[in-house]
């Protein structure tokens, strides 16, 4: 089973995206703050992050920092609200992720591209 971290400081969208994604057989966890993902990373086996990037203690931006220094393999999808992407979306792509989803968003789709990188 797949194991996957989400990183989101909004229940709301945290909760909606654990449930679509354990709908489709992933196993998920859960970090309310980048302390917290960062420490997730260190600790736990996993096959995809997803992550925002405005979240409390260490912003998206490190996470990916941090993921791409210490498990370069793993797959990263980075969510982001409409005003704060241009430049962050370019630093988080030259740092290799994935996958980029704006909010809001469908968390169809997101569950879509979610299979399309686990597929490549």
Known sequence: M???????????ISSLVQ???????YETLLAQDGNAGIDAINTE???????????PYKN???IIHHARNTKPEIPI?????????????????????SD????PFNPNELAIRVKRIFKS
Not at 45 to 55: F, N, P, R, S
Not at 80 to 95: D, M, Q, R, T
Not at 100 to 103: L, Q, R, V
Request: hydrophobic residues 50%; without cysteine; aromatic residues 8%.
């Open 77 to 97: 999808i980075v969510l982001s609200s409409l005003g704060e992407e241009e430049k962050i979306v370019l630093e988080a792509f030259n740092l290799g992720v």
């Open 2 to 12: 797949k194991r996957i971290l989400i990183i989101e400081d909004d229940l709301l």
């Open 45 to 55: 086996y996993l096959d995809m992050i997803i992550t925002d990037v405005m979240i």
């Open 100 to 103: 980029f989803i704006p909010k």
């Open 19 to 25: 449930f679509r994604l354990k709908k489709d057989g």
């Open 60 to 62: 998206g931006i490190e």
